[in-house]
């Protein structure tokens, strides 16, 4: 059996990431409430909340991580092709909602609906919310005929990106989304969390 810190409500603070387990990889304590002050303070440590409808809230911290440098971010021909004839008009932050709730959907996985539920619960949901009206989570949008087609959602932190999820509902316009972060928002990295 697992056994994790419990971070109670009144004394709320999340152990040293080194304490991270190794399997699963990074699972580092557990709590029942989530709040945009918990969030931002757990990103600032390397920490994210991810867990499923029904469990407490779950923090990881994994190592390694997946992260992106914008200045490193490799284009192949047949992307750079794709750029040159985007077809796609870019917006930032008008469907934040909606992003993520694209986000949250099924996705087909070897082309199979994946049953398995979303981490994006409505709780996340709700905090994710707030801290866009806050002004620290951002949405990247990919419109084509006046229809979102797809896009990713993420917190800023000083130079930091912390990427949440994307989605896409055209060829490459989750890539095209992630390019638009590294050439116009241009962060020092991107912060993937785990790879997928």
Known sequence: MLE??????????????????????????ASERLTPELVIEA?????????????????WSPDPRCVLYPDKFHIS?????????????????????DVMLACAEPRLNNHKL????????RPMLEVFCQLHDAGFAHS????????????MYGLLLGDIFFGESMFSRMKDASKVAVHFVCTTIKPYMIDAQVYS
Do not use: H
């Open 77 to 97: 021909r047949s992307f750079r092709r794709r750029l040159n004839n985007n077809p796609f008009e870019m917006r930032t932050n008008t469907v934040f909602r």
């Open 43 to 59: 990103y600032k440590q390397g920490i994210f909340p991810w867990y499923s409808e029904g469990q407490p809230v779950l923090w």
């Open 114 to 121: 994946d049953e398995a539920g979303t981490w994006i619960t």
């Open 4 to 29: 994790i810190p419990w971070l109670e409500d009144n004394n709320f603070v999340f152990p040293n990431v080194s304490t991270a387990l190794t399997e699963p990889d990074g699972l580092l304590a």
């Open 140 to 151: 990247i949008e990919c419109w084509f005929d006046n229809k979102l087609v797809g896009g």
